[in-house]
């Protein structure tokens, strides 16, 4: 059995879509043990039927999405939900954490509570996400983890993604792409430049080379690769693309009555539209470099989203992605010591 | 009258597109002479009309536009096109350069030809880009001019960015919003930290603070800032949003009888949405800090993008944006010598 702990009280609809993901998860996945932390006065109303594979254990309280001093949070209430859960995983009662709580919060108190794994300097934020025209998934890192950084920790991210596209994913030789202003090599900063050779010289990554974020929603790799300002400013963009785009294409289509009838008829497509964009799909961010297993869904997962960021926790937890890693990771820390 | 030199041969379509400019800008504007800088054989055919204030000067060979080491091209073709426009500029026969040429031949030729205004340590490439919703303009800078920068030099560049917005945009009092990826004070790397304390000490910027690149389409000031690293990272990005939505959407409209009808009936609304998006309708980039006018339209300018290039080189020159900025830098490099 896979035993998986659930923040329940973190999120935008917690914890109603958070129990709906889990219930879900439950049904569909025999091998799997679940863990609501929450408060039961406040889960009641959406737990609907026992299960013999789900448990409750009572929390107090709850870090707030838009908490101001996140790190203070967490430190401060070591009762709360996301606190306990993570602590069922340091402590080995749980295999996997699954949270939709607040990323900053969450990041701190796993560094706190859970810790890096030997021989990893920084964690990152891996989130899977949808390629546009394949719909295959990619993985982007770093998505806000680590504003500056060293090429040599990239290179440690990169060589997780790898064994988590490999393990995961099922992709058989997942390439590594840098995001970076031009295909050739010898662009970017002295960091990309650092970065690619680095990568180009690791035996047991493929380096595919620079991308351009014009591929961005279609990119050539399974992993695409910066650090954690870029691959935020560049996730950011996409997002106000995105509104700008709707927006616009909104008004032009509203526009007289033939584009107003158009528009009628396409609403059921545009939905289509949207839902293809959506990470909901796919599931959450997996959080690299943890001596434990944490899957961090979006703040505004709905059931099915978190069902999947659940689904994520499971086959990470199966396939033993951390002892994949951990083998490699300490074996060039060995011969570095 | 206000002389401009035109390097009728780079480009895309040059110098089909670029003549047809030409003209366009001599229908419209009486007080502009221009000089086309190329090669007559090959620009015949678009000469149609003699013209009083159209002069050419032949020059030999072209900088191609995908040249591969652009310094060494520039540096060695001094009788192309290019560089015989820039020259024009350097010994003051003519009051600005528009030119859609090679991006990077083209700086390390301003460079090496024009040089930098007194007091100024890097250039940057300021694009004017249309706002989705309300379509008046905003200037991106550093697009792809300075990988690596201090937050002194971003400073000169909002600066000169404030000059240039009020001068030849007309905005009274323009707000400089930095990039970044949280609009808290303290977010980013050192570098953005730095800059942002930088420019809300300057006492003649308005600085608004920090902007998400989630506002990127529809920008809360008029001139956003960032490294060229990051700011061509995020104009890249939005390229390739705007290009996996275009994929989605075709795909999705073109689902069913209904979508397909649908489609058929928005065709027109949606070519309107594309010229919305379309930085040809604004202009072209100043390139910010040389001791003379130069402006870039983009490699695929048709027609009407580079007439909006010519019109935008002529408001520059008209307004004495270069004398306007000289006085207050050379003014604060006195203060520092």
Known sequence: MIKIAVDAMGGDFAPKE???????????????????????????????EDHPRLKLIETEGVIPMGEKDPIGAIRSNRKSSMAMALKSVKEKTHDAVVSSGATQALIAGAHIIIGRMQGI?????????????????????????????KAEFMVQQAYFATVYAREVLGVKDP?????????????????????????????????????EPKDVLNPPTTILLSDGFTANIMMKTIEGSARGFATILKEELSQGFLGKLGLILSIKNLKAFKKRLSPEEIGGAMIYGLDGVLVKAQGSSNANGFYNAIRQARKIVDQDVLGKVRTIIEASTDEKA
Do not use: C, W
């Open 121 to 149: 300097k920084r964690t990152a934020i891996a989130p899977v996400l949808p390629t546009v025209v394949k719909g295959s998934p990619f993985i982007l890192i770093d998505s806000g983890g680590n504003i500056e950084i």
């Open 175 to 211: 390439q590594v792409g840098l995001i970076n202003i031009g295909t050739e090599e010898g662009k970017g900063r002295t960091l990309d430049i650092e970065a690619a050779e680095a990568l180009k010289a690791h035996p047991a990554i493929s380096f595919y080379g620079n991308v």
């Open 18 to 48: 958070q129990i709906a993901g889990v219930y879900q998860a439950l049904k569909v996945h025999d091998d799997i043990e679940i863990t609501l932390f929450g408060e039961e006065a406040v889960m009641r109303p959406y737990l609907k």
